[in-house]
């Protein structure tokens, strides 16, 4: 099977998108799960992928609606990744990407707070095995993340050094699929992309209602930005994810007549 990292990255090109769309639907929502199907067939054209979270999984439930929306993105070619955050232990890691599998998803987020042995090691070796993708946090995106993003780790690389620059070169050692950064740093961005020496993508969230700027974080080295607000609260939801699709899309564009 194709690998995940390969997948997205087709259907950028295709789609000419970065923007990955967060499907945070309000969960007390009538009509739900219709909402999400609508939602997606509306952006469908200027994304690239999708990313769904508790907002869904806790009132539809894995296989009485987030199944649906799941077999729904892909009939419209977009890949999709569960942010699920994994952070326990390998054994129960694993159960649960066993399970997003099932329900088809091709790619979930990881904490690296766990570390590898009987921490992600087992969430690695069997996504691998199935194809599927691993996106690992590097520094989120709200505020309070630097009190612990920030925090010094003794992760046997000589002098004790920041978490987020452990994490990329875990990310990177790892053989991850994306490292994810949030857009409201953009200058962790650059840090990070360095570390990654082009072989991660880094996914940013945070533009838009957390405040990061779609261009700094483009300029900055992020590869797809994930974006949910904007679009969701936004009165013509297509419209806003065209709008973004673009503007993300002419950044890239100056970011590499740049290099
Ligand atoms: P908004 O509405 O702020 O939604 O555009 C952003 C989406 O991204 C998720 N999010 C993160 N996920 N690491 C992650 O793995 C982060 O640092 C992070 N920050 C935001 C959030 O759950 C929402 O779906």
């Known amino acids: 099977m194709e690998k995940f990292a390969d997948r997205i990255v087709k259907s950028s090109k295709k789609r000419r998108s970065k923007i990955i769309l967060a499907l945070d639907l309000n969960p007390s929502t009538s009509n739900l799960l219709d909402k999400g199907l609508k939602l997606l067939s509306q952006v469908s054209q200027s994304v690239c992928a999708v990313k769904i979270n508790r907002h869904m999984l806790l009132p539809l439930g894995l296989f009485g609606g987030v199944e649906r929306l799941v077999d729904y993105a892909h009939r419209l070619g977009l890949p ?76 046997g690389y000589g002098k004790p050094k920041p978490a987020y620059k452990v994490f990329a070169r875990w990310a990177l050692e790892w053989k991850a699929d994306g490292a994810i950064v949030g857009a409201t740093r ?74």
Request: aromatic residues 8%.
């Open 80 to 155: 999709a990744i569960m942010d699920c955050k994994l952070n326990d232990i390998g054994s129960t890691n694993r159960v649960m990407a066993e399970w997003f599998f099932k329900a088809g998803f091709d790619a979930l987020t990881v904490s690296p707070y766990v570390g590898w042995e009987e921490g992600l090691e087992p969430v690695f070796r069997f996504s691998k095995e199935q194809g599927k993708g691993l996106l690992v946090l590097t520094y989120m995106s709200h505020k309070g993340a630097e009190q612990t993003f920030e925090r010094a780790l003794l992760a």
């Open 186 to 259: 953009p200058e962790k961005i650059v840090e990070v992309k360095r570390i990654l020496k082009g072989e991660v993508s880094i996914y940013s969230p945070g533009v838009g209602v957390q405040g990061g700027s779609l261009e700094e974080a483009v300029k900055s080295g992020a590869d797809y930005l994930i974006v949910g607000r904007s679009i969701l609260r936004a009165e013509n939801p297509g419209e806003a994810a065209e709008s973004l699709r673009e503007r993300a899309w002419k950044a890239a564009g100056r970011r590499r007549g740049a290099t």
